[in-house]
RNA sequence: GGUCCCUUCGUCUAGGGGUUAGGACGCAAGAUUUUCAUUCUUGAAACAGGGGUUCGAUUCCCCUAGGGACUACCA
């Protein structure tokens, strides 16, 4: 049994960005392969030359990079099995559909897109379901139609040709999936797939497919669910080509779906409701921007995270996960089988949770980025400090600066209804006296402000509640934040007799 | 339309022939806090429907309904 050399791959197009379905199904491929001792090979399936986006493979890997998803064997660390990309093994499928068209598992088939076309239209008119299948494929122009000579004489002429596979008629495949049980087809509900096309004289991905896990001693193919339906043609082929003993054991993921309505995840609804669908930015040739985890401030950590527990989980009460915690609990077996809607709110709570974990020292080099970018600086000692006040109240270290605005610049204008409700007769008065008290203080700690401020208040009969409401209006312009004197500590004297004076010009009645 | 897959709180899910059906996100209330947030406590919230099998079904089987994928010389 292969069971003792596991070997999974991933195996994206690079026909755009890598979609967050896509990562999770690099992600389960590469958790698989970590808890089993196993590779993890990144093969580009880049057979469709039409549908090719130049800059896919360069994001399809920093995508894999940033999310810590380490390759052991693929296009850029090479291999014992490459080549790795599928543009660059031409001649080996050419010659494995040979093996095929010698055994009767496939022919040629010379009908043009227009015949095709027209057959369709015409079975579509009489609302019967059209196939190019074990039903129909006697009536049109192929090697099976045609007899040896005028089939050679095609090819000769350069006719252009697809080859198909030769399904055969009426039995029951039956293939097993790791998280889906057994799945039954009937051959007759299947079509003569084309495996050869004539239009780039490349192989289709369900002929790459199979030669290349063979060749790359796949162990275990892990993919979306969208692949089910071609499950039992995989299965006809290994069979055909005798390597049925050596078929990698298949689990098909399921589906993430949209958070609202139907169907799976696109990169429409990000852009609708406001959450990427890819790894990182991209720009599309056209000049089309999508937003990315990344450069929404998500950590990659979190990412691995939230897409871990989308189709699956541990059987415990677990949540937050590192790479290798995950890696070391995952199995394919605790897979679900039915789609998952994609949840933007639980996504920024991972974010959130990562965030409250890190030290405040992780984070400061990127705040200070943000604080740049303000036209403002302050030391690491500081900026420390203030991560720690605010950073439990956000989700992304780019919305610390919301938070904590009010320790660089003083507030532009009072909130009105804080204005209204706080700053009542005598407010005023109290206001001037609480300056010349801060003014006379040379202990500027928290602890000595507040003690000074409580005793005013007292000696002066204020209720205290209202005047702790109106100086953090003065500070802050408002009424939230953190703890009021670390607050008035931390932006210093001159400062603060500032926001009070400034205060009490527009205020003051 | 055809084929296949799926179905536990709004969402992600645990569970599994006898349970007060558990957790998380979100939501609501209360407590804490000089504010806001955090935190803590509490609450509302689910086995799609119908038939079987069984002493007993949310759990097993069937049907229906709903959802999804596929149905290209795309992957």
Redesign the pocket.
Known sequence: MANSNIRVRF???P?GPLHIGGARTALYNYLFAKKNNGKFILRI?D??S??FVDGSEEYIYESLRWLGLNIDEGVLEGGPFGPYKQSQRKDIYFQYVNILLERGWAYYAF???EE?DAA?ALYEAE?R????DTSTRLSFVNSLTLDEKETQKRINSGT???IRFKMPENFEVTASDIV??T????TN?L?D??LF????G?????L??IVDDHLMEISHVIRG??????LPLHVMLYRAFGWESTMPQFAHL??I?K?S????LSKRDGDREGFPVFPLQYTSPQGEVSSGYRESGYFPEAVNNLLA?????P?T?Q?LFNLEELANQFSLE?V????????P??A??FN?QYLIAKSNDEIVLDFKKTLKEKGYTSTSEILEKIIGLVK??VNFTHEIWDQSWFFFEAPKSYDNYVVQKRWKDGVSGFMEEFSSVLSNQQDWSAANL?EKTSALITEKNQN??NI??A??LVIVGG???????TIIETIGKNETLKRIKAALEILKN
């Open positions: 195996a994206p197009s026909t399936e057979t469709d039409t549908r009908d043009t897109n095709l369709r609302k379901n059209f196939a190019y252009p040709y697809v889906r049980g799945v039954t087809f009937n509900t079509d797939k084309v096309k004539s239009a780039d490349l192989p289709t991905y369900h790459a497919n669910e969208e692949w089910l339906p071609s399921p589906l779906l958070p309505g139907k169907g799976k527990l989308l189709g699956w989980n059987g009460e949540e605790r679900n089988k039915s789609g998952a809607r994609f949840d709110e639980k920024r709570w959130h439990e109240r507040k205290f509640g702790m409401n100086i953090r009424s939230f934040g953190p703890d009021l004197f």
